[in-house]
């Protein structure tokens, strides 16, 4: 069993509109065995995987053994995916097996897991579950968002507000575009960093919180251990010993009223940085509050660290026993974390004449820390509904005092019901970035819903975070359509970014050169957070190696499918495959958005039942069936009637523009391209864009190099009429020569070479060339994944040659050479078709 290649489909996918991974799996010699039909299979499973709870369908292969437990591992250790389904393929043994996942490194750890488990099975060899779970456990603790992270971004999707994790750490963008917020655990971008250095500084904070009446502890700074109990002697025992720039808990003794303790204390501080503060301790219960913008969100009473004698164990061995709690872990990634002896934990057990290895009696509590983070092992009670409303408000005055949008205000008083004033109770610290973990799954108590306030802190009701999205697909005319519709968006004087396969544009400005119409520069435009509205291209390529670039579109445009294109590759071999793809875009409308779709190509027609919104057709037959039938149940289309772009809406139509009065569409010469700005009105519309706003862009764009180069440029050449256009499937092809046939010259030359493409395609587009041209001038074609070199160009000359029109066929050896055979004899009776790839040397050439 192997692996031929493992996709990671980020976004909605050809198989399901979440995250999947897509592994290409290879059964070889396995393929014939059938798990049911081995009577110990399902046994032999069991032993080594006792979690497994499947059953054996009688036709499973390896692969849907595979698939389930794939899912199985994730669950123990997690995951929440229940998605899985496995392709069976044309070739013998390969299938592709899918599942869902939430965390993409956990999920190919799982895979390859789930294999070594599914063939041991098989052959009857070890399988050591308890070893692997664990080993996954570890990783999906390294890998996913800590809890604080995961619960703001939990709150945000349940919202409908995108999230996308921007580092392998814990920042994550909220939101697209210009509406995003950003979130570092509990900080947010509007976490000021005046307020983290603030709060970082104890005593600055101490000093600026009792300015403003705000109960503290005194203290001051002091310059070395004898300063520290000079302090201390000053201040009067007990006292807390604390790094100025701690957090955490890390380095904090409390409760200290003997020299030996303070220097101790002043010791382990400093191994947590430089700066010690020493203040009055003040005796009570040790709290936590959470304070969000102007409110308190939550409360909770802290316990030190503590282990319950059981007259057996040592306190080293209790404390093994309460770190097996599955809620506990190293760092930040489970709600409780590990219990550790360190120097203080070791000064804490002194002071209680225990050591280490001490056996407590029966029933005896141990302390192990004074402070009760739960950073250092520490549990919490959640005391929310108990807090005093004038505590409340300290707290409040305590965030606002150091300058921080959320703050974990920590409170030391016996009774948090009570003020502070009433019993000598103090605010001790003010924290930027508080942990979360207390509030969301506290020891005891009820849980609360701190990720719900950040979020509704970061996003007033009603509001998302998202701006219009507009995503195009089809086979031709993509590009186009993307360009035009960036246009006449940009003249609603919005920011508008831009991907296509010509590169990025970010408000007309070229930003990346590349093809940019998969998922990866989707992403990007949506993270910049000058963008205020988005218009994606969306190439099949990029749908298939790993999914949308986005959860969900305000506008989706499929332009067409025709005769399709890259078929036969990455399993899809017919069109009707290809138009599931495209669906995807379709599928991903969002419910108050709109698809828009070609009503005279039936399989983009038939997309409209997938979309959650509304659809709006477009074809250049204003009584075509579809279009008729569509305006009787009061739906929107675009059309052309007496030589105007027209919309219609139910009954009701007008009038936009004369075809003449578009220039992209040589005054409605060329079929495409009007199909072109059909839909770009149509999405227009849909996006409730003003009609003068649309005309003017529909006006003002010309279709020329500069703003869609290599999409039917026509230059006029000292007599010679040119066309730059890079048609590439028999779809375009015979869309171009329907073109080229409104145009007056009588004798037509095209540039061209084979692309790669299946052999029956480039027969049939040889064939349509042959047709529409005197003379082809093709260039070497120098082998495409796998083909030999003139192989290409060998099955497009079949075709050509089998035309009834074309007299003249030239084979060179170079793009360049061919391009300049083409102008070089300039001829105003002559059509000069530039079908080529490097469109930007082409366009160079043809300008000179």
Request: with cysteine; net charge negative.
């Amino acid at each position: 069993m192997e692996f031929r290649r493992i996709w990671t489909l980020r976004g909605p996918n050809f198989w399901a509109p979440f995250p999947v991974v897509e592994a290409e799996t290879v059964l070889g010699a396995l393929d014939a065995f059938r798990p049911a039909q081995d009577a110990g299979f399902l046994d032999r499973l069991r032993q080594r995987f006792p979690a497994w709870s499947g059953v054996l369908d009688a036709h499973a292969t390896l692969a849907d053994l595979l698939q389930h437990a794939v899912i199985a591992l994730q669950q123990q250790v997690g995951s929440e995916a229940t998605f899985g389904q496995v392709q069976h393929t044309h070739e013998p043994g390969f299938y592709r097996v899918i599942f869902a996942y939430d965390e993409e490194a956990l999920a190919r750890a799982a895979l390859e897991a789930a294999r070594d488990l599914v063939l041991a099975a098989h052959g009857d060899t070890p399988f050591d579950a308890a070893a692997r779970l664990t080993a996954l456990r570890d990783l999906a603790h390294e890998v996913r968002l800590g809890p604080s992270t995961a619960a703001i971004v939990r709150a945000a999707q349940r919202r409908g507000i995108p999230t996308h994790r921007l580092n392998d750490g814990s920042l994550v963008q909220l939101g697209q575009g210009c509406n995003q917020r950003r979130i570092w655990t509990a900080e947010t971008d509007a976490t000021h960093v005046l307020g983290e250095v603030i709060a970082q500084d104890k005593h600055l904070t101490r000093n600026l919180a009792q300015a403003i009446g705000v109960p503290v502890p005194y203290g001051r700074p002091v310059a070395d251990a004898e300063d520290a109990w000079r302090a201390a002697e000053e201040i009067g025992p007990p006292v807390v010993v604390k790094p100025q720039f701690g957090n955490q808990g890390r380095g904090v003794a409390t409760n200290l009223t003997t020299r030996e303790q303070v220097l101790q204390a002043y010791a382990a501080a400093c191994q947590e940085g430089t700066g010690i503060v020493v203040e009055q301790f003040v005796p009570g219960r040790d709290h936590r509050v959470l304070v969000v913008g102007e409110r308190v969100i939550a409360a909770a009473l802290r316990e030190p660290a503590h282990v319950i004698g059981d007259g057996r164990s040592t306190i080293e061995q209790l404390i093994a026993e309460v770190n097996r709690d599955p809620r506990r872990s190293d760092g930040h990634a489970t709600v409780l974390s590990h219990i550790k002896i360190d120097a203080i934990a070791s000064a804490v057990l002194a002071e209680q004449g225990c050591t280490p290895t001490s056996v407590p009696p029966a029933g005896t509590r141990v302390l192990i820390r004074r402070n009760a983070n739960l950073s250092t092992g520490g549990t919490a009670t959640d005391v929310t509904d108990a807090i005093h409303p004038r505590v409340a408000l300290r707290a409040v005055d305590a965030a606002r005092a150091v300058g921080l949008d959320i703050a974990g205000v920590d409170i030391v008083v016996e009774d948090i019901g009570q003020p502070l004033e009433d019993q000598k109770g103090a605010i001790v610290e003010v924290n930027a970035g508080p942990g979360l973990r207390m509030h969301l799954e506290p020891s005891a108590g009820k849980s609360r819903p701190v990720g719900e306030a950040i979020v509704e802190n970061l996003f007033p009701p009603g509001q998302t975070g998202r701006i219009p999205v507009i995503a195009v697909t089809g086979v031709n005319g993509k590009t186009t359509t993307t360009r035009l519709l960036a246009h006449v968006l940009r003249q609603t004087g919005r920011f508008v970014g831009m991907t296509c396969t010509d590169g990025i544009y970010l408000n007309g400005r070229r930003t990346e050169t590349r093809d940019c119409s998969g998922p990866h520069s989707a992403r990007t435009v949506l993270m910049n957070r000058m963008v205020e509205l988005a218009v994606l291209e969306t190439a099949r390529g990029g749908i298939l190696r790993e999914g949308l670039g986005f959860d969900h579109c305000d506008v989706a445009v499929v332009t067409n499918l025709g005769k399709g294109d890259h078929l036969g590759l990455r399993g899809i071999e017919t069109l009707e495959e290809l138009a599931r793809v495209k669906c995807t875009l379709v599928k991903s409308v969002a419910p108050h958005g709109t698809a828009v779709l070609n009503a005279a190509d039936p399989l983009v027609a038939a997309m409209a039942p997938h979309c959650p919104g509304r659809v709006s057709f477009f074809a250049l037959d204003p009584v075509h069936p579809l279009l008729v039938a569509h305006a009787h149940y009061g739906g929107r289309s675009a059309t052309v009637r007496d030589g105007h772009l027209v919309l219609t809406d139910g009954p009701d139509a007008e009038s936009l523009l004369p075809l003449a009065d578009i220039p992209l569409t040589h005054g409605g010469a060329v079929a495409f391209q009007i199909e072109n700005a059909l839909a770009a009105a149509a999405a227009l519309i849909a996006l409730n864009i003003p009609r003068d706003t649309i005309r003017q862009g529909l006006r003002t764009f010309i279709g020329d190099a500069e703003q869609a180069p290599g999409r039917f440029n026509v230059f006029a050449r000292g007599g010679q009429t040119v066309i730059v256009d890079y048609a590439h499937n028999p779809s375009a092809v015979a869309a171009l020569v329907a073109a080229v046939e409104r145009f007056p010259q009588r004798r037509r030359s095209l540039v061209f070479s084979g692309c790669n493409r299946r052999d029956a395609d480039l027969r049939e587009m040889g064939l349509l060339i042959g047709r529409g041209f005197d003379r082809v001038i093709l260039y070497r074609d120098w082998g495409h994944s796998g083909r030999s070199d003139g192989e290409l160009n060998a099955c497009l000359r079949q075709g050509v040659e089998s035309g009834p029109r074309t007299s003249e066929v030239v084979e060179l050896p170079t793009e360049l050479e061919a391009i300049r055979l083409a102008l070089a004899t300039p001829s105003a009776d002559e059509l000069v078709v530039m079908g080529v790839d490097s469109i930007e040397e082409a366009l160079r050439l043809v300008q000179m």
